[in-house]
């Protein structure tokens, strides 16, 4: 199973607009003001991993997460570094049941482009992960592709949040949550530095924010309500390929 991000319209049409269009085609809107739409909602929504839908119109808002509430944001939802960008199911510090949490918020959708993403492993949760052949007719062949046997789990920015399930007993299942995610310029752009550094998630108040919206329902029947992990943000670079 995996449960439905909800977002608003704006950010539906922003979608559609760069859904089609490749690493570089995707880029170049950047080069003029008026096709730019890196400050749209929802353009760094991770589309590859997120089942995405419209926002109903009558939808009833049980608590929301605003950067207004200050120090008591930051305590509920946070962008942990050694979750960023490229890890793998047998990373040595995940946080308990994160493969499950993680599967059922936003699931891996692994594409060509991720070959060689092994090299570019979280710097915090690096391991050896040992390389299978990827066409056992050729398991001889010394030359043969080989593919990480470890499943990749993410490579986007994980934004976690914490005591929901605590605060939404008592409320209507088909209410949402609303969650106010900052955007990164410089985590999210178009170099994997970044992405891989340990340096700390910007939370820039006056900065741009994106909006999503969790259904209680989902979140009352998640592995953990009370921690909720989603790969919600991908980079500018996330399908131009790993390069080693």
């Known amino acids: 199973m995996q449960a439905t991000i909800f977002v608003l319209p704006d950010a539906l049409q922003t979608l559609q607009a760069i859904r ?20 749209a909602p929802g353009y760094f929504l991770n589309t590859p991993a997120l089942r995405i839908a419209e926002l109903p119109a009558s939808a009833r808002i049980a ?31 995940l946080p308990p049941q994160y493969v499950s949490i993680i599967r059922y918020w936003s699931p891996m959708t692994v594409g060509a482009f991720h070959q060689n993403a092994v090299y570019y492993q ?23 592709e080989r593919v990480p046997a470890d499943e990749l789990l993410t490579d986007g920015v994980v934004f976690c949040i914490s005591g929901l399930g605590a605060r939404l007993e008592d409320c209507d299942p088909q209410q949402f949550v609303e969650v106010h995610l900052p955007i990164d310029p410089v985590i999210l752009g178009i170099e994997h530095d970044g992405l891989r550094s340990s340096d700390e998630y910007r939370y820039d108040p006056n900065g741009q924010w994106d909006r999503i919206y969790l259904r209680v329902a989902d979140i009352m029947a998640s592995p953990d309500p009370n921690f909720v992990a989603i790969s919600a943000f991908r980079s500018e670079f996330h399908d131009y390929g790993y390069v080693y």
């Open 20 to 39: 089609s269009l490749d690493y570089y085609d995707r880029v170049s809107l950047g080069d003029a003001p008026d096709t730019d739409l890196t400050h």
């Open 63 to 93: 608590v929301s997460l605003s950067p207004l509430q200050s120090e008591a944001y930051h305590q509920r939802v946070t962008a942990p570094p050694e979750l960023r960008g490229v890890v793998y199911a047998g990373a040595p510090h």
């Open 122 to 144: 979280n710097v915090h949760n690096a391991y050896l992960v040992q390389l299978v052949v990827a066409d056992s007719d050729d398991a001889g062949d010394p030359y043969a």
